[in-house]
């Protein structure tokens, strides 16, 4: 089955700098890759998504991409705020495929000091 | 466009008892996945329904847990008897046949053993 890993476990950073989150996958039948924000106490939030048939996607201040060759796919948020901080949870799935269910790395601890 | 429900938000009980949950999905999504997500780690596949049929019961621990979805609508996990580890969130998601794009979390339930 799919396997994903999820780096770092925490992050800090200033208000203002710009944060990496990495993800690796295993299956090559994986071809949704969708990005969770959850804060304390409340459920995952679909932050951004993308598709294997495109590299990178962009909403304001968060982007993602992808490299299906080497099975790594990335959340950046640029400008960080405060509200950012929260787990953000990377994940892989192959839609429209038989097997079609999300399976998630272990989350990311973001913390954007002001 | 209702979200997917699921009671109760918070249980505690002792170990060795049994609990039940219950998720109703997003009306027209016939696919249902349970998820445990333990403190600190991302949620973890439990089991996943197509109508009222299982399609994935691979990580469900069925000495102790079992799910049902009888009409192909909403659906009820039971842990008998729990243990101290069973203690974590379970979430219950929805989504469309084949379908990742539309998939949606609910609350969760928040269960504790002691």
């Known amino acids: 089955g799919e396997n994903v890993e999820q780096h770092p476990s925490t992050l800090s950073v200033q208000e203002g700098d710009s944060a990496v989150i990495k993800c690796t996958y295993s299956?090559?039948?994986?071809?949704?890759f969708p990005w969770y924000k959850q804060e304390l106490g409340k459920r995952p939030q679909l932050i951004i998504d993308i598709r294997s048939n495109v590299g990178e996607k962009k909403d304001q201040r968060i982007a993602v991409t992808l490299n299906k060759t080497a099975k790594h796919f990335s959340l950046h948020i640029t400008e960080t705020q405060p509200e950012d901080s929260a787990v953000y949870f990377c994940?892989?799935?192959?839609?429209?495929?038989?097997?079609?269910?999300?399976?998630f790395g272990k989350g990311t601890l973001l913390t954007v000091n002001p | 466009e209702a979200g997917v429900a699921q009671s109760p938000r918070y249980k505690i009980i002792e170990k060795r008892q049994s609990v039940a949950f219950w998720c109703n999905p997003i009306?027209?999504?016939?696919?249902l996945y349970w998820y445990q997500q333990i403190l600190g780690q991302g949620p973890k596949l439990l089991i996943q329904f197509q109508n009222n049929g299982v399609v994935d019961d691979s990580q469900l621990p069925k000495d102790r847990f079992s799910a049902e979805r009888l009409k192909g609508v909403d659906s009820t996990l039971k842990i008998q008897p729990a243990k101290l580890e069973d203690s974590a969130v379970y979430l219950c998601?929805?989504?469309?046949?084949?379908?990742?794009?539309?998939?949606?979390f609910g609350s969760g339930t928040r269960l504790t053993v002691v």
């Open positions: 994940a892989a799935g192959n839609s429209g495929g038989s097997n079609y269910k999300l399976t």
């Open positions: 299956d090559s039948a994986s071809n949704y």
């Open positions: 998601a929805s989504s469309l046949v084949g379908d990742l794009y539309g998939y949606t």
């Open positions: 009306s027209g999504h016939a696919t």
